[in-house]
């Protein structure tokens, strides 16, 4: 599967560009590439949404689309116009940009950080055919196991999520096409976190593809 038209800026910070060029959770964006047809955010932690970033990606037509938990941070940080912000709960699903957009709940089973109560949430987009899962900060739970998507986005640095081994397991049930893990080598984890992960995936399914599009920036 060509996933060239993929990029992994730092942490989750993802830009997949198709039919529409979508970004989830932008952080650390250099470039003020105004191109962002739709931005998604997952939570409202400094490393998921960061206002300068969205400046930078924005343009007269960006669509941002947010947890409804976060409806005033977003409306007073970002810099987004209301009438151009979609805000949805976990769970429910709607069309931007004429893409069909699904929520999943992403929390922690037992750790602090990010709580179901908070009401956070991975999305599941459908572009040119591909249902892009991006969870978000997450554990695996009984929420994400029900996913169905060709490829998957998956935290594998541990402490505040999911670590690489659990990661496996989970992508070896869930069985995308491809996988590409983030959240690791920077705030949390090790570089070689990437790596670690695909060994143990082979070890489970080796017929996934896997992607390290974050030890390409190492």
């Given amino acids: 599967m060509n996933l060239d038209n993929i990029t992994v800026n730092t942490q989750s910070s993802i830009r997949i560009a198709g039919s529409k060029v979508l970004y ?4 650390q964006v250099q470039t ?14 400094y490393d998921h949404f960061e206002p300068d970033s969205i ?14 938990s976060m409806k005033s941070k977003v409306l007073s940080e970002s810099g987004m116009d209301a009438q151009k912000c979609l805000f949805l709960n976990p769970g429910e699903s709607g069309e931007v940009c004429g893409l069909n957009v699904e929520t999943i709940p992403a929390y ?9 109560g908070k009401k956070w949430q991975g999305y599941v987009v459908t572009m040119d055919g591909i249902r892009y899962y991006v969870s ?11 996913v169905q998507c060709d490829v998957a986005f998956i935290p594998i640095g541990g ?17 995308p096409k491809a996988v ?3 959240h690791y080598g920077s705030i949390v984890g090790k570089k070689t976190d990437g790596q670690d992960f695909q ?3 082979t070890k489970v399914d080796g017929g996934i593809q896997v992607e390290l599009k974050l030890d390409e920036l190492a």
């Fill in 24 to 27: 989830f959770d932008p952080f």
């Fill in 32 to 45: 003020a590439a105004h191109d962002a047809d739709v931005i998604f955010i997952t939570h409202d932690h």
């Fill in 55 to 68: 400046k930078r990606i924005s343009g007269e037509g960006t669509l941002l689309v947010a947890p409804e």
């Fill in 108 to 116: 922690n089973k037992l750790k602090p950080f990010h709580t179901k």
């Fill in 136 to 146: 978000g900060d997450t554990d695996v739970n009984e929420d994400i196991e029900k």
């Fill in 159 to 175: 402490f505040y999520t999911m670590d690489g081994k659990q990661a496996a397991e989970y992508i070896g049930k869930l069985k």
């Fill in 180 to 182: 590409i893990p983030t």
């Fill in 199 to 201: 060994r143990d995936l």
